[in-house]
């Protein structure tokens, strides 16, 4: 398992939002540091010189980092016939050999020789993410694919760069990987309340959603007997 590039961006005009985007990453051609940026609405990307700039809805401590799979972005230039440049989707970190829809929440990797990362949750689509992609309907299309990508954390800070190997180093015992927790945050709500086998590791945004669906289907419990 590798670091195909690591992808950084800088500002850019938006029609979908009116602050711009830092979504146009391109691969960086040394080594770039990675450390834990800040809570949300505070902190930005957790890769020094990268962009993000609705901090409102993006960056933070619990989506420091976004990760895709280029074997997923290939199969993405077979469906749409066109040429997908690794950091195409936004992503900070072009991967080979993991496979990121089936890793669980909580999950840790480690990459070259310092950086720890640790799953926290699947990307959801946005209209910035269409605008920039330019397919119509794209927010659909991705949404039932899911094939989503990876939010993670940063654990302990490090230096990465493009080759670094890739490696796995924890893997919790529960089964809330990112494919199951995207379709509770999507299509199938009703699978929110597993999410919370997940633990601490769970993005506080969906802990506060699964709860939520919990409490309810808890009620009309009561309320049948």
């Known amino acids: 398992m590798q670091l195909l590039t690591v992808n950084v961006g800088r500002p850019r005009p938006s029609a979908a939002a009116r602050a711009g985007t830092g979504i146009d990453k391109r691969p960086a051609t040394g080594p770039v540091a990675v450390a834990a940026p800040g809570p949300k609405g505070i902190g930005a990307s ?48 072009t991967t080979s050999g993991v496979e990121i829809t089936a890793a669980r929440i909580g999950e840790r990797w480690r990459i070259g020789p310092r950086l720890l990362l640790e799953v926290t949750s699947p990307r959801i689509p946005c209209r910035t993410f269409q605008e920039w992609l330019g397919e119509p309907g794209w927010i659909k299309r991705f949404t039932r694919a899911a094939v989503p ?15 670094d190997a890739v490696q796995v180093v924890h893997r919790p015992g529960h089964e809330v990987t990112l494919a199951l927790m995207f379709r509770a945050l999507t299509t199938q709500p009703e699978l929110l309340p597993r999410l919370l086998d997940a633990g601490e590791a769970l993005h506080p945004e969906a802990r506060a959603k699964a709860l939520k669906r919990a409490e309810q289907a808890k009620q009309a419990g009561r309320a049948g007997n």
């Open 46 to 93: 957790g890769l020094a010189g990268d962009a993000v700039v609705n901090i409102r809805h993006h960056g933070g401590n619990d989506q420091a980092v976004y990760a895709y799979a280029r074997e997923d972005l290939d199969d993405w230039e077979r469906e749409l016939g066109r040429e997908l440049a690794n950091g195409a989707f936004g992503e900070n970190l």
């Open 149 to 163: 990508g990876a939010y993670l954390r940063v654990l302990e800070p490090g230096e990465i760069r493009a080759g």
